[in-house]
């Protein structure tokens, strides 16, 4: 099993902006660019809940209500990378987020729920205090 890597968390202030990136390290037995990727977030005590999704072409994406409009998830295949735009953060941002990838590949919708994903990272924490 792969374990993807995120970075790019931190601590800033609201209003703030992070930007988060996943790689796929090059030893992963499978082929990035075929499969959906999310990102997801989890708080203290609750669970870990999908941010935003998008499919293996980048031409689709999802987005939870909490974040619409705030932030955007886009894709390098050639790069084996996936991002997370976070602008306009919220104290109620504060997790740690993970990335991972659907566990189908080149599934014509994007699944919401974590039990369809894989190769789940250690997590970056994003921390939104003045």
């Known amino acids: 099993q792969v374990q993807l890597a995120e970075s790019g968390g931190g601590l800033v202030p609201p209003g703030g902006t992070l930007r988060l990136s996943c790689a796929v390290p090059?030893?992963?037995?499978?082929?990035?660019?075929?499969?959906?990727m999310g990102w997801f977030r989890q708080a203290p005590g609750k669970e870990r809940v999908m941010v935003a999704a998008i499919n293996w072409r980048g031409d689709r994406t999802y987005y939870a209500h909490s974040v619409k409009g705030r932030f955007t998830i886009s894709r390098d295949n050639a790069n084996n990378t996936v991002w997370l735009q976070m602008n306009s953060l919220k104290p109620e941002d504060t997790a740690v987020y993970y990335c991972?990838?659907?566990?189908?590949?080149?599934?014509?919708?994007?699944?919401?729920?974590?039990?369809?994903?894989?190769?789940w990272g250690q997590g970056t924490q994003v921390t939104v205090s003045s």
């Open positions: 090059l030893a992963a037995d499978f082929s990035f660019r075929i499969y959906n």
């Open positions: 991972a990838r659907d566990a189908q590949p080149q599934r014509a919708i994007l699944i919401v729920s974590s039990e369809s994903y894989r190769d």
